[in-house]
C-alpha cells in the first residue's frame, strides 16, 4: 500500500509542477492548477489505478469517478465492481453469485425475460447505487408448517410463528382468519403496516389445473390483497413458496420438491411459472408423517419424550438418509442426543429408517408412491409435453422444506432417478439440496425485495388491486 502511494504520488507531483511552471506567467485563478493536478492520474498505468480502487472500496471508489477521465473508466468497469460484490462482509454465502443472477433474470418482473443468446450487459456500478437506494421490505414466508418473518435488510428471519392456514378459529372467514394473522406479524415485528411493501410467500395449494382449483386459489389471492391492502400496506408481492425456492437456488426453471408439513409436492416450473397443465405431484406424506414414524420407533424402544417438539429435534440432529438402506442395515451407525431435562439418549438404526419412508412409505404404512417415483412420474410428464426444444429445464431438481434438509437425500434421490428413469430422461439430471435449509423460500423472497428495481415490477399496489391488472400474475 505504502509503495503505491508513493508511486501515485511522484507522477501527481511531476504533472503538477509542471502544469504550475507552464501556467505562471499567467493570471489564471488556482482552479486549473488543481485540475491539472487530478488530470496527472491520467498518466498513472490502469492496473495501478484498478489496484488502487479495489483497496478504497466502492463508496470512495464512487467519489474517485469524478477526479478525471482515467478514475472514471476505471470506476466504471464491471471487472472492479465484481471483485467489490465478491469480497464484502457480507453474512450471506454466495453473495456475487445471488446478485449477479437476480439481477439477470429477475430485475425486469414477471414474466421473466428469457434471453436466447447472451445475458444482457448491465452495469453493476449503477445497479449498486441504485441498490443501495431500495428501501427495506418485510418478508413474511407462509410456510405449511409455521412461518418465518423478517426484513429483507437482515441475514436471515427475525421470527417465527404459526403459519396463517392454521392460524385462529379454521372455522371463522377465511379474511378474520388472515388478518387476524398479518396484524400478529407486523405486531411482533413492531412496524406500521403503511410504512413497507411486503412481499409474501404462500405454499403452494390446491394443486390441480381445474376450474374449482383455480377459483380457489383466485379467492385465496384476493383476500390476501384485500386484507394487506385494508391494513395499508403500500405494495404487495406474493408468490408461491417452490418458485422462491427455485430463486434461491439461482435458478428459473426446474422441479422442486418441497417436503411440507402435510403433504410432498413436486412442482415443474418452467421460466417461473409453475406448470399446472403437466401436473403438480403430491404424497399424501410430510415433515408430521416422519416425526410420528420416528416417534413409534423410539417408543418401541421404550424411548419416550414428552413432546413431538423434541422428537422433531432429535430428527433433525440425528436423522439422515442412507445411500443403500440394505446395505446400512448392517452397520453400526449409533448416536447420542442431549434432551433437555430428559438425560442423554442413544439411537441407531432410527436414525437412517425414519427418512427411508420418503422412498419406502409401505414401512409406515402409507399407502402412496415413493418420493423418487413421484419426481419420475412428473419428469416422464415435462419430457411428453415438450414445452421446450430442450430437455434439460426439468432436469435441475431443487429440494425445499426443513425435512428436505436431511444428510444424504438429494445423493439418494439422484441416485434412484438415474436408476428408474431411461438414459433418454435421465442424463444430466441434478438434485440440489435447500440451498438456504429450511429458510430457502424466505432467501428466495430477499433476492427479489433486494432487487435495483423493486418494488416496481415485482409488486401489486391498491389501485392496481382494484383494476385487477395483475392479478393473474405469479401464481
Known sequence: MTTLIRRVWELVSNRTVSSSESTSSSSSSSCPSETAGFGAFDRVPTDLLMQIARLVGPKEAVKLSVVCRAWRCVVSENELWIFFLKN????????????????????????????????????????????????????IDGGSGYCKFGWSKYACPSGRSATFLEFGNVESPLYSRLRHFFVTIYSRMQ???????????????????????KASRRQLKEAIYKVLFDMNVPAVCAINQATLALYAARRTSGIVVNIG??????VPILNGKVI??????????????????????????????????????????????????EAELSKNTQASFGAG????????????????????????????????????????????AELTGDDAWFKTVVLSGGTACLPGLAGRLEKELHGLLPPSVSNGIKVVPPPYGADSAWFGAKM???????PGPWCMTKKQFRQKSKIKLMW
Open 88 to 139: 464484502q462482509k457480507q453474512e450471506e454465502e454466495n453473495y456475487w453469485e445471488s446478485f449477479a443472477f437476480s439481477e439477470t433474470h429477475l430485475r425486469f418482473g414477471y414474466p421473466l425475460q428469457t434471453f436466447s443468446g447472451e445475458s444482457p450487459q448491465l452495469s453493476y456500478m449503477g445497479i449498486y447505487g441504485q441498490r443501495v437506494q431500495v428501501p427495506g421490505s418485510v418478508i
Open 191 to 213: 412496524v406500521k403496516p403503511s410504512s413497507q411493501p411486503v412481499v409474501l410467500s404462500i405454499p403452494i395449494c390446491h394443486y390441480d389445473d381445474t376450474e374449482s382449483a
Open 261 to 266: 408439513f402435510q403433504v410432498t409436492s413436486i
Open 276 to 325: 399446472r397443465k403437466v401436473g403438480v405431484e403430491v404424497m399424501g406424506l410430510g415433515a408430521l408423517k416422519l416425526t410420528g414414524f420416528l416417534r413409534e420407533l423410539l417408543q418401541r424402544n421404550n424411548i419416550n419424550f414428552d413432546s413431538l417438539y423434541t422428537v422433531r429435534t432429535v430428527k433433525e440432529k440425528l436423522c439422515y438418509v442412507a445411500e443403500d438402506y
Open 341 to 384: 431435562g430428559q438425560g442423554w439418549f442413544t439411537i441407531s438404526k432410527e436414525r437412517f429408517q425414519t427418512g427411508e419412508i420418503l422412498f419406502q412409505p409401505k414401512l409406515a404404512g402409507v399407502r402412496t408412491m415413493g418420493l423418487h417415483q413421484a419426481v419420475a412420474l412428473c419428469m416422464e410428464h415435462c419430457h411428453s
Open 448 to 454: 427479489i425485495s433486494n432487487l435495483s428495481t423493486f
